[in-house]
């Protein structure tokens, strides 16, 4: 069945770096727009960042541009997020979403940035 599993979420301090990983499963990931949202609480769920189907373009939340990055590996089946500079802001919880023949979600994992 379709999956899409988040990990390296964690507890980090302003300034700090984390990598978030999504490995999917259940569809062809390649086919596949790849997403980052993050919904903190009490908020919306907004879009944090996008990849096209070849990894050539990419799309930004104006407030995490220039310190994260999007990427996938296709022969991997696996969506990254390089969240770097991290602000208090940035906490949330964030998933990987993927936009194609399905729409599928993965279950979140949390990102704390403590001041």
């Known amino acids: 069945q379709v999956q899409l599993v988040e990990s390296g979420g964690g507890l980090v301090q302003t300034g700090g770096s984390l990598r978030l990983s999504c490995a999917a499963s259940?569809?062809?990931?390649?086919?596949?727009?790849m997403s980052w949202y993050r919904q903190a609480p009490g908020k919306e769920r907004v879009l944090v960042a996008e990849?096209?189907?070849?990894?050539?373009?990419?799309t930004y939340l104006d407030s995490v541009k220039d310190r994260f990055t999007i990427s996938r590996d296709n022969a991997e089946n696996t969506v990254y997020l390089q969240m770097n500079s991290l602000k208090p802001e940035d906490t949330a919880v964030y998933y990987c979403?993927?936009?194609?023949?399905?729409?599928?979600w993965g279950q979140g994992t949390q990102v704390t940035v403590s001041s």
């Open positions: 979403r993927a936009r194609g023949w399905i729409i599928a």
């Open positions: 259940g569809f062809t990931f390649s086919a596949h727009v």
């Open positions: 990849i096209s189907t070849s990894g050539v373009g990419t």
